[in-house]
Structures are given as structure tokens and as C-alpha cells.
T-cell receptor, first 111, second 112 residues
Framework: QKEVEQNSGPLSVPEGAIASLNCTYSDRGSQSFFWYRQYSGKSPELIMSIYSNGDKEDGRFTAQLNKASQYVSLLIRDSQPSDSATYLCAVNRRGSYIPTFGRGTSLIVHP | EAGVTQFPSHSVIEKGQTVTLRCDPISGHDNLYWYRRVMGKEIKFLLHFVKESKQDESGMPNNRFLAERTGGTYSTLKVQPAELEDSGVYFC??????????FGPGTRLTVT
């Protein structure tokens, strides 16, 4: 079992829809969770961090964490073509500040 | 504020040659990290500096890789001698808060 798993996609959604990106992790003691956005050929950009169960909202982005299910998700409301990118889930295991990355989910928002 | 910068952006070398990658972190960030992404795989941690000291180098694949951060500013990652499996994108990241890291654009290394 991979430490951090993501569906590679691509996930294709129409402009204006909600994009839902999912991630599961294997270490139950993990404490910090991050979503990075990476455009092709560019650096991963941190867009959300979440540390406790529940939802965290920032603009059009909502991160959701469920530690009991070992599941973290990212919702993008009112998706725009400019949101088309690869979204990387990263998880810090308990006692570690080094993120373990998933392979990323490719999101395509079509007009 | 300038972000993390890396040089070169691309490097193509032959097997057995030496390559040195450079990373300039965000000014004031004591924490500097190196990562690598091999094609088709996830980003993997290589090592972590706090100022000029190596805090964690558990991800370094073997002794052909040498990282330095003299003076606690920029860092270099040298691969000597390079092998075919060293090909990939090498990312550098820096942070003030250990939890939130800011990545550079990466160096794409191709070993032929």
C-alpha cells in the first residue's frame, strides 16, 4: 500500500462546476496535510494546509480532513480553466516535518 | 519577495559525468530541502538543512550524491558520477515554518 494515494485522473469537469480531488494516507498518526497545485513544467505551489478534522475554506478552495477514515480532499468551487493543473496531496507523518507526496491528480476544467 | 530559485533549469550530461545543481532559498528561510521526482513517480525527499547543518539526509540514495550549504544561504547538490537512474526533476524548497514549504521551479536532469 502506498503511503499517500491519489487517483491520477485526469479528472475532467466543466467550467463553473465543483471539482473534488481525493487523497488517502496509510499512517494513522499523520498530523499535517497539504495540497499543492503544479502547472506543467512549474514548481509545486502550496494552496491549502489542514491540521485538524473538518473543513477549512480559503476562497474557492475547501480542504476536508477525516482522520478516522484517513482521507483528505480538496474541493474547488466555480472551477475555471486556469485551475487545470496537477494537484498533489502531501502528508506529514507523526513526528515528521517531511511531507510524503502522492503522485498527483490531473484536473482539466473545460470551457 | 523573491521565491526559491534553482539553476540550471535543465541539464543533459553523459553517464559518468558530474553535475552540480544550485538552489537559492527565500531570504531568511533557515530550512532548505531537496527533493527528486523520477518520471512517473511521486516527489521523494532527499535531505533537509537547517542553516548550514544537515538535519536529515535519510532520503539520499547513495554516496554519489553530495549536498552542501556553506554559510547557510544557497545550497548545492552534486551528483558524481551520474548514472542513468539519476535522471529526473530535482526540486528545492525552503521554509521558515517547517510545516509550509515553498518550492523552486526544479532542475530537469537527463543522464544519457
Amino acid at each position: 500500500q502506498k503511503e499517500v494515494e491519489q487517483n491520477s485522473g485526469p479528472l475532467s469537469v466543466p467550467e463553473g462546476a465543483i471539482a473534488s480531488l481525493n487523497c488517502t494516507y496509510s499512517d494513522r498518526g499523520s498530523q499535517s496535510f497539504f495540497w499543492y497545485r503544479q502547472y506543467s513544467g512549474k514548481s509545486p505551489e502550496l494552496i491549502m494546509s489542514i491540521y485538524s478534522n473538518g473543513d477549512k475554506e480559503d476562497g474557492r478552495f475547501t480542504a476536508q480532513l477525516n482522520k478516522a477514515s484517513q482521507y483528505v480532499s480538496l474541493l474547488i468551487r466555480d472551477s475555471q480553466p486556469s485551475d487545470s493543473a496537477t494537484y498533489l496531496c502531501a502528508v506529514n507523518r507523526r513526528g515528521s516535518y517531511i511531507p510524503t507526496f502522492g503522485r498527483g491528480t490531473s484536473l482539466i476544467v473545460h470551457p | 519577495e523573491a521565491g526559491v530559485t534553482q539553476f540550471p533549469s535543465h541539464s543533459v550530461i553523459e553517464k559518468g559525468q558530474t553535475v552540480t545543481l544550485r538552489c537559492d532559498p527565500i531570504s531568511g528561510h533557515d530550512n532548505l530541502y531537496w527533493y527528486r521526482r523520477v518520471m512517473g513517480k511521486e516527489i521523494k525527499f532527499l535531505l533537509h538543512f537547517v542553516k548550514e547543518s544537515k538535519q536529515d539526509e535519510s532520503g539520499m540514495p547513495n554516496n554519489r550524491f553530495l549536498a552542501e550549504r556553506t554559510g547557510g544561504t544557497y545550497s548545492t547538490l552534486k551528483v558524481q558520477p551520474a548514472e542513468l537512474e539519476d535522471s529526473g526533476v530535482y526540486f528545492c524548497a525552503s521554509s521558515q515554518d517547517k510545516n509550509e514549504q515553498y518550492f523552486g521551479p526544479g532542475t530537469r536532469l537527463t543522464v544519457t
